[in-house]
């Protein structure tokens, strides 16, 4: 991706900057009795961090806990979570409350510099007082951990961090988090921690060419690490519409009988929900199952039945479904295990781009901590590009009335290569 | 007519092309080794090495290996001349029933051909697709090990029995 500044524009960006720019504060260590101790905060913190997904950007694969350390990357550049432990010389153990609520609403960390909005203070901001002091609270009581920060790469100019200010001038929206008094209080807890908190739309809203959401877009599906992002709302891909209780089963267990279950960045997500309060994923759900719930009128829903007419039974992606997918997928299959919707009722068989199919023939599944499936093996080392492709052009056609694919044996490896 | 490369030779097989490449190893080529575990590529039993991946033969229809390689269990060697991975099963007496072990076998082959010093979390991360059900894992993890060793030349290639 290109960015091409006028000079108009580059001169408008570097006087909001300038405009913008924060004077280096040292704020004193907070004081003794300031950091909230009390086991009631720190729980209600933890049961926050849990749903705000913190550890899956600043707890990398094998690393401690909130010591940060992980690559985020971006169509500009790699940049890396930061430490935020309390450890005092490279995490937040110097930082007030007050530094803590300033990070997460305006994206301005203790030392006065911008923090990117690849962290979701463009979320968090709408977070209540209390809830960012029990986050506060939480943080503040984990384990200290000695580790520097890893420095950002990224390319001209996203890395210069003033021309952060531009920015949040033009993204940043901080208002107090508003009920809305036509919806129940369940739906508003589950508006306050979709937009507040879990920042769906950090990956299920497209962004603009700034990286920022689109507003007048939310929740119309991106993409995100290579799998997609799907629609969260009409735009919903699945023909039949997703239900509280459907939603509740997919974000709490990560699978559910009639729609399947969460695979790529989503597995890690449910993983964590699943700590999380039940009453709060179930707002969560009631929120989005809401926003969903005129999806699936869109053209060629196909129905729930195992077999189409029309499905080239002697191709050879019928050859390889058969051999290859049928002892768990085809029509007679027993096996139920973990509830294994027919591929015709999944999102990611029925989505306008076969990304996720591909993502999941090639990795597979893995079951979540605890639970016993559902467990998919991978196919990377036994069908080739061109036999994936052949297959799930099968699957496409068998499955779901929808447009075929194309450019399916390109697209797979491309994505093997990403891996 | 499908062509299959086994262990070096090529045969010519008159089935669907569908049919997983198990059932043609022990149905048409008599190559017992790998196992009918499952069925669904969940237990490893059936492990087999295709162009220096371990993959379940079960889920593998022949109609897909054209042009590509594959090697079971007895292409590794015969029983008066085990390969080196054989060896250490043996000096480890890692097998109880025996039905996981020609997976096993395999699945160690492979890892050790691409990696031929992996460290204990390795071995364990690559072998954790093939299941055992009599329990006798810490023999296996003991003889993958000691494979490791012969083909680093960090143990002596002997086949006597080792500890208990």
Known sequence: MTMRLSLAAALALIAASLAGCQASVATPEPAAGAV????????????????GGCASCHTATGGKPYAGGVAISLPVGT???????????????????????????????????????????DHFTHLQRDDVSALYAFLMSREPVHADSVAER????????PLLAAWDALYLHPAPWRSDPAQSAQWNRGAYLAEALAHCGACHTPRNLLLAEQSGRAYDGAESEGWDAPPLNGKASAPIPWSEEQLFNYLRRGTDDV??????????????????????????????????????????????????????????????????????????SPRT?????????????????????????????????????????????????????????????????????????????NIRRAQ | MILLDVNGSQHQVDVPPATPLLYVLRGELALNGAKFGCGL?????????????????????????????VRTIEGLGTP???????????AEQAAQCGYCIAGMVMRAQALL??????????????????????GTHMRILRAVRRASGYLTGTAAPDAERASQ
């Open chain 2, 80 to 90: 008066d001349n085990p390969g080196p991975v054989q060896r250490a099963f043996i």
């Open chain 1, 36 to 51: 909230p101790r009390d086991p009631a905060t720190i729980e209600r913190g933890r049961a926050l961090a849990i749903i």
């Open chain 2, 113 to 134: 051909e691409a990696h031929p010093a992996p460290s204990d979390a390795e071995i364990r991360e690559n072998m954790d697709p093939s299941l055992c059900r009599c």
């Open chain 1, 79 to 121: 940049l890396y979570s930061t430490n935020i432990t309390p450890d005092k010389e490279t995490g937040i153990g110097q930082w007030s409350e007050a530094d803590f609520q300033r990070a997460m609403r305006e994206g301005v960390a203790r030392d006065g510099r911008r923090l990117y909005p690849a962290f979701p203070y």
């Open chain 1, 154 to 161: 990224l390319v001209f100019p996203f890395g210069i961090r």
């Open chain 2, 41 to 69: 590529g969940q237990c490893g039993a059936c492990t087999v090495i295709v162009d220096g991946h371990a993959v379940f033969s079960c889920i593998t229809p022949v109609g897909v290996l054209q042009g590509r390689k």
């Open chain 1, 337 to 413: 295990l973990a509830g294994r919707p027919v591929l015709g009722l999944t999102t990611s068989v029925n989505a306008r781009s076969p990304r996720n199919a591909i993502q999941v023939v090639l990795q597979g599944m893995q079951p979540a901590p605890g639970e016993r499936g559902p467990y998919m093996p991978g196919y990377a080392s036994i069908l080739s590009d061109a036999q994936i492709a052949a297959v799930l052009a099968y699957v496409r056609e068998r499955y779901t009335g929808r447009p075929a694919w194309s450019e399916l044996a390109d697209e797979t490896g």
């Open chain 1, 259 to 332: 729609h399947g279950s969460a695979a790529g960045p989503m597995a890690d997500v449910v993983q964590e929900l699943a700590q999380a309060p039940e009453d709060d994923v179930r707002a969560i759900a009631v929120y989005f199952a809401s926003l969903m719930k005129n999806a699936g009128a869109s053209a060629g829903a196909p129905s729930a039945a195992n077999r189409l007419a029309g499905a080239k039974e002697s191709s050879v992606g019928a050859a390889i479904f058969e051999g290859a997918c049928a002892e768990c997928h085809g029509t007679d």
